[in-house]
């Protein structure tokens, strides 16, 4: 089939930690200066369609897709950026196999239906799913699921933001999540060797985000910004704890602009859930309270 319409685009924001790629996030974005209606009305259609394609790394450092070179990313953090298809579809997120193993996405997708119902980490991790209705602010975001979801083994941290980087899980399974609006949502669980490290990972979460203002300040300095990050824990548990992050971006792990970042987190027995979602000033006004955010973590904790 020949492509002739012009290609919607899409930011992907692959996380490295001490030069092992560790997460992958889909950020959709839309260009709003150069779409028209109808090809936004076509994007909305088909965001949530699953690609056939299993999941590929995706290159570090690669220029935007716009024409301009991606910024030099400070240590740790490597821009990419993936073009959309001209038939308007969105890829599955690219989520890298680990550094110094030959795992691939097949091999995880053999790994999970050989392990399904029996106990395995991969069995547990898949129980953990959250449906798109019970993502926070459910009724404006419609959320719906941008690929399917990717269980592998883990061998490196796990990065989740600039903020925090989450050692010793042993899998990992990812599922994102694309609103109307075309912002994400991504629910990320993790499994440990036992409850012990688990909740010593927990801990780090909780230590990340204690400081992530600071960080996110540094970050911005350094990109010549305004440090105008705050950082509020909205919602605690005992194995709980909810913030919303509220920055102007640097693009790298977060997508650049004024936003809103939204993150949880619920340590159960060996198994650690984080859920990010976002909010972006030039996709749509604010529309979530986070007063919610108890009723998200009662949520992921049940």
Not at 59 to 67: E, F, K, R, S
Not at 141 to 164: S, Y
Not at 208 to 220: D, F, K, V
Not at 281 to 289: G, I, M, N, R
Request: net charge neutral; with cysteine; proline share 7%.
């Amino acid at each position: 089939m020949s492509r002739t319409a012009a290609p919607r685009r899409v930011r992907t924001a692959v996380l490295a930690s001490a030069g092992v790629l560790a997460a992958a996030t889909v950020y959709g974005i839309a260009q709003h200066a150069d779409a028209s209606t109808a090809s936004t009305a076509s994007t909305a259609s088909t965001a949530s369609t699953a690609s056939d394609t299993p999941p590929r790394p995706a290159a570090t450092g690669a220029a935007h897709t716009d024409g301009g070179t991606a910024a030099e990313a400070p240590t740790g953090i490597q821009p990419s950026q993936t073009q959309l298809p001209a038939d308007g579809t969105t890829p599955a997120p690219a989520v890298p196999a680990p550094v110094g193993k030959s795992a691939t996405a097949k091999t995880a997708s053999k790994d999970t239906k050989a392990s399904r119902g029996s106990g395995t980490p991969v069995a547990v991790l898949e129980a953990e799913k959250v449906e798109p209705v019970q993502l926070p602010d459910s009724v404006q975001q419609k959320w719906k699921e941008l690929a399917p979801a990717v269980t592998q083994p883990l061998a490196q941290d796990f990065q989740l933001n600039e903020c925090v980087s989450v050692p010793g899980a042993t899998h990992w399974r990812q599922q994102a999540f694309i609103s109307s609006h075309k912002t994400p949502a991504i629910q990320n669980s993790l499994s440990f060797k036992d409850e012990a490290t688990a909740r010593s990972a927990y801990q780090k979460v909780l230590d990340g985000m204690n400081t992530c203002a600071q960080t996110s300040r540094a970050l911005q300095k350094q990109y010549k910004l305004t440090p105008d990050a705050t950082v509020q824990e909205t919602a605690a548990t005992d194995n709980g704890r909810a913030w919303s992050r509220r920055w102007t971006g640097v693009q790298g792990a977060s997508a650049a602009g004024a936003q809103t970042n939204h993150v949880y987190v619920v340590q159960r027995g060996a198994v650690l859930t984080l859920l990010t979602f976002d909010e972006w000033d030039s996709a749509a006004p604010a529309s979530y309270d986070p007063r919610s955010d108890a009723a998200v973590l009662a949520m992921l904790t049940s």
